[in-house]
């Protein structure tokens, strides 16, 4: 018995609480210590790239998902972590105005916690879709569950956006414990019992260590080079997330809600690209995933071009340039993600898991570095350039990356990929 598309959705409202909780972290909380503390862009970048790097975990997640067990214990689990580290990131935050050695160390710990959890919860749930889903639903139901993620970031960061303002620590607290406490209880009534009956390809008896289970997989041209295709485009992909808040409040004069609210237009950009592509392939059946990823691409570094140029002419509206962004992000997402779970089964039995895992850990590292690339580098040169200027340069070089990701993208992923038609399950 393979999971149906009911609990397909249900283990997406899993996926919906990890962004429901991360997004706090990676925008909210961002924009606070930069515009409301004047702390260095870099320093929410280490934190950030902290959790990103604690994700290096991943493979070794999906190793254990791959010898068996309950794989919804760790989900639950990591959750419990993430939510924990969610709150105590915002306290930190807090903590940083007055007492500022506890609020930094506080801030590592929870981001720490951060990373921990996401890298539990997140590689256990897609090595269990990975191995407990039919064939033929695989890139179905990733498409879903990542959908429901970026649902769940976009609707969270637009509706604390509009109660954050007028912004008082209190209220960030209030607000971080509800969502925190509330995704802890959906993701255990989500996964309450779902393992019962579900035939999966678990290993419980493999001889074969981490180490060597992680070379054998490396070893494989296609997971190779997946994953250095990987690297490459969650560099471009991440790069603007701890400057684009920022950027509007410093360019645009967002105020903290404002500029929370425009989080949740990029994600609500995310998912209609995302939902976009699916109806294409599926209703009009157009192109194979590769196009998807080129195309989206191309798009992404198109609009980081004309988010560059208003933010020089200082007259038009910067939100319709950052919806366009999250939907060319969409498109190709979306598309990587069907090649992902294709590709997850492509090699040896038993080790889907790692093959997650392993791509996990190498988006983890991007997203970490690309944060703090892009943080760092605004901090270098926003002091001998106006704020626009400095900016603009981070995202045209994002854009390069992206220009960069899409030539590699044309030239190396198979004329034989799995057809987008996949992502409708078909």
Known sequence: MTLGWLSIVRLGLVQTCLGAIVVLTTSTLNRLMVIELALPAVLPGLLVALHYGIQMTRPNWGFISDQGGNRTRWIILGMIALALGGFGAALGVV?????????????????????????????????????????????????ITWLMMIFGIAVTAGTVGAF??????????????????????????????????????????????????????????????????????????????????????????FTPGQSTSLSGAQNGGVFIGMLTVGIAATGLRLGQLRHWVVAGCLGSALTLIFITIIGQLGHIPLTPFVVGLGFFNGMFAVAAIGSMMALAGDGRETREGTRMGLWGAAQAIAA??????????????????????????????????????????SRTMENRAPDARLIAGE
């Not at 929870?110 to 033929?136: E, K």
């Not at 703090?372 to 994002?398: K, N, Q, S, W, Y």
């Open 95 to 143: 903590l940083l105005q007055t007492l500022w050695i506890s609020g930094l160390l506080l801030s590592i710990v929870s981001y720490a916690l951060i990373g921990l959890g996401v890298g539990a919860s997140g590689t256990s749930l897609l090595a269990f879709l990975a191995t407990s889903t039919a064939p033929h639903r695989r890139a179905a139901a990733a498409t």
């Open 164 to 253: 954050l303002d007028p912004y008082s620590p209190e209220l960030l607290l209030k607000i971080v414990a509800i969502v925190c406490v509330s995704a802890v209880g959906v993701t255990m009534l989500a996964t309450l019992g779902i393992e019962r009956g579900i035939t999966s390809h678990l290993s419980t008896a493999d001889p074969m260590g981490f180490a060597e289970g992680l070379r054998e997989v490396w070893s494989e041209p296609k997971a190779r080079i997946f994953t250095i295709f990987v690297f490459l485009s969650m560099t471009a992909y991440f790069m603007q997330e701890l400057i684009l808040e920022p950027y509007a409040g410093l360019v645009f004069g």
């Open 368 to 409: 970490g570095f690309g944060g703090l690339l892009g943080a760092a580098a605004v901090d270098l040169m926003r002091g001998p350039l106006p704020d626009a200027t400095a900016f603009g340069a981070v995202f045209l070089l994002e854009a390069s990356l992206f220009l960069a990701a899409a030539l590699m993208a």
